[in-house]
Structures are given as C-alpha cells and as structure tokens.
C-alpha cells in the first residue's frame, strides 16, 4: 500500500502556482511528493512543471482551452490564484476570486472521478461568511460564468470591498458544492489563512495601513509562511484527508478561533493606518 500523503502517480492542476506565493509553494511540494503538475497562472511556475498555462481568471475561453489542453484524468485541483482587492476594481476581484475559480473548477471536475479532490484558498477575511450565507446564495447558485458576471454587474454595493466579499462567496460556495460533488465521490475543502509573507501582502498593508497588519492578532505570534499554507491545501487533496468535504479550515494561527471564544485581547489589535 502507498503512503496516504504521496501523490505519485497523481495528475493536479494548480491555478495561481506560478511567482512566488502559497500556489507556487504548493507546486514545489507537490513536485517532491512526485505529482504530474500544471499549473494555470499569469505567471511562470518556480519550477519545471507538467505543463504551464497563461490564463487570466476573467477570461472563460482562455479557462476552457487551458483545462481542454491538460485533459484528464485529474485527481487534484487546488484553487490559489486571486486579487486582493485594492488597486483592483471589487468587480474584478470578485470575477476572479470566485466566478472565475467556480469555472476552472466546474471544468477540471469533469475531469476527475470517485477519489478527486479540489481545496480553495480563502482567508480570514471571510470570517463574516455564516452570516452572509442568504446574501450570497443568489450569486453561488448562478449558472455559469456569464450569469456570475452579470450578477455581480447586478450587486454593486453586495461586493463593495470586492477582497472580503470574494473570500465569504468561496467558503459559502465550498460548503454548497461539496454535497453533489459528494455524490461523485469528490472532496471540496477550503482554506482560510490570516496575514502570511507572500508577495500580496504589501498590497494590504497599502490597503489598510502597514500599522494594522503589524498588529493584527495570531495568538501563535508570527505570521505564516507560504509552505506553511501550502501544507494543509496539499493534506486536504490527499487521500488522508479522505473523510472531509465541505470543510473551512482556519490556518490563521488561532485568530478566528480566539476572537469566537472572546480570549483574544481586541485591544492589542490597532485599528489605524498609517
């Protein structure tokens, strides 16, 4: 019997694995645990990789035609492209974080079979999600990208912020999704991590003032690595993970968690900009 945790033999595909963030992580552990890899992304992949594919997320045919190259089987696809808001429009962000990531993993599902399993990277910031779940019902039960786009043309003030909208729509989508996709024999888990040292993250502290993200609250004390994030995306495809569906996990070093159970100390937390 093969180890649970290898992925010899196991053909994945990776949107946002390319430069140098928490899907690039992903593909350089995935290559050491030996899966055919392609990867999906506006940028190149840190490694050789299966095959790599130029995509933006707001492009359907350019999706298609990636996902129609690679073919199947596929027994993995983990979900890391994303914008994060900012000097992106909400419109943007959410077209990619979520409409576009619904279709490339409608598309790649097609493509797997009984033991397939797909993870999504969300955040923290979409810590708000149980109670936002009527609110994005509308938009997670759309069909197909043309009417996920018109809805968010629809909705401008539902995905004002856009990055915290996109990230609340992914986890609600997740939880939905995971019981057809059940049905089949194919696993959907979500991760959502808190403040980690990637390339975007200067793009939130541009956002809300590098003095909120300097104090922003992890109860472990740092922030996360990329591997760090990209360790649990890659349990959660793997055959250990075999009994979770529908799951959000919260890789935040214990932020969410504290503040549920009210013995994180919000006032530590500066809510200024510099």
Same mark, same amino acid.
């Given at each position: 019997?093969?180890?649970? *945790? ?166 609600? *989508? ?101």
């Amino acid at each position: 019997m093969g180890s649970v *945790w290898a992925y010899e033999g196991r053909r994945v595909v990776v949107s946002g694995g390319g430069g140098a963030g928490m899907g690039a992580a992903t593909v350089r552990h995935l290559a050491e645990l030996g899966a055919e890899t392609h990867v999906i992304d506006l940028k190149e992949p840190p490694i050789e990789v299966a095959g790599y594919h130029q995509v933006d997320l707001r492009d359907p045919d350019a999706i298609e035609s990636a996902v129609d190259a690679i073919g199947g089987p596929v027994d993995a696809l983990f979900n890391c492209a994303g914008l994060p808001g900012g000097k992106f429009s909400d419109f943007d962000t959410m077209l990619v974080n979520f409409v576009g990531l619904r279709l490339l993993t409608d598309l790649v599902s097609d493509h797997m079979t009984s033991g397939g399993a797909i993870a999504s990277i969300s955040s923290g910031a979409g810590a708000a999600w149980t109670a936002n779940i009527a609110k994005w019902m509308p938009l997670v039960t759309t069909n197909g990208f043309a009417a996920g786009k018109q809805w968010l043309q629809e909705h401008p003030r539902e995905i004002a912020s856009g990055y915290a909208p996109s990230k609340e729509v992914i986890i609600v *989508w997740t939880v939905w999704r995971s019981f057809e996709l059940a049905k089949r024999g194919i696993r959907i888990n979500c991760t959502s991590p808190g403040p980690t040292d990637t390339p975007m993250l200067p793009a939130f502290e541009e956002q809300v003032g590098k003095a909120f993200m300097d104090n922003y609250p992890i109860p472990l004390g740092r922030r996360a690595t990329p591997d760090e994030q990209a360790y649990p995306l890659i349990f959660l495809n793997s055959p250990a993970a075999a009994a979770i569906t529908g799951e959000n996990i919260l890789t935040d070093g214990g932020t969410m968690g504290a503040m549920a159970v009210g013995t994180l100390d919000l006032s530590a937390f500066a809510l200024i900009s510099e």
